[in-house]
Antibody, heavy 121, light 106 residues
Framework: EVQLVQSGAEVKKPGESLRISCKGS????????ITWVRQMPGKGLEWLGR????????DYSPSFQGHVIISADNSLNTAYLQLNSLKASDTAIYYC??????????????WGQGTLVSVSS | DIQMTQSPSSLSASVGDRVTITCRAS??????LNWYQRKPGKPPKVLIY???SLQSGVPSRFSGSGSGTDFTLTISSLHPEDFATYYC?????????FGQGTKVEI
């Protein structure tokens, strides 16, 4: 079974940084891009960026460029989302997802279970 | 960025009803449009990809249509487990963008 398992919930203070992990299993990790999406409380879905684990090429949404860093460790079949200089507005559920299909006919499947990040002083 | 606009934002329906959700892109996206279902406490799940292709394992009561800028998700006969929020997403060009969601309620 193809599965993405994310790290657990985080509680952080403004200004801190954090890294969320997303471990893939059941498929060849380097054969599929991993993408990250967030959902703020009561809001819709926002795409943050993606990574090609085979060469660590990344592509970010301009809205999040400079605020997030996406990386991968192929030896661990794991992708990471790093958030720097956290603000209260970073409070959200963060999802990783595998990119299926062939660009531009691509879609997100499956998704990780989500990681709740709470930022509060 | 390509803006995706869904309508309605929410709707009330009954089991057995036919439900139609529309999604409009701010520019042409060919058929690069996906539909997701999200239930509380669960991650989104893809229903339809490439505008009209049914994801494996998804019931056939779900269907998608459209191309260019206008797209539709149809649930032919609503089941109790279909009460959820539905999102469209364009994969035509990055930054990939989602519609604001349509909540289907009883």
């Amino acid at each position: 079974e193809v599965q993405l398992v994310q790290s657990g919930a985080e509680v952080k203070k403004p200004g801190e940084s954090l890294r969320i992990s997303c471990k893939g299993s059941g498929y060849s990790f380097t054969a599929f891009w991993i993408t990250w999406v967030r959902q703020m409380p009561g809001k819709g879905l926002e795409w943050l960026g993606r990574i090609d684990p085979s060469d660590s090429y990344t592509d970010y949404s301009p809205s999040f460029q400079g605020h997030v860093i996406i990386s991968a460790d192929n030896s661990l079949n794991t992708a990471y989302l790093q958030l720097n200089s956290l603000k209260a507005s970073d409070t959200a559920i963060y999802y990783c997802a595998r990119l299926a299909g062939t660009y531009p006919h691509s879609w997100f499947d499956p998704w990780g279970q989500g990681t709740l990040v709470s930022v509060s002083s | 960025d390509i803006q995706m606009t869904q309508s309605p934002s929410s709707l009330s329906a009954s089991v057995g009803d036919r439900v139609t959700i529309t999604c409009r892109a701010s520019q042409t996206i060919s058929s690069n449009l996906n539909w997701y279902q999200r239930k509380p406490g669960k991650p989104p799940k893809v229903l339809i990809y490439a505008a009209s292709s049914l994801q494996s394992g998804v019931p056939s009561r779900f269907s998608g249509s459209g191309s260019g800028t206008d797209f539709t998700l149809t649930i032919s006969s609503l089941h109790p487990e279909d009460f959820a929020t539905y999102y469209c997403q364009q994969s035509y060009t990055t930054p990939w963008t989602f519609g604001q969601g349509t909540k289907v309620e009883i």
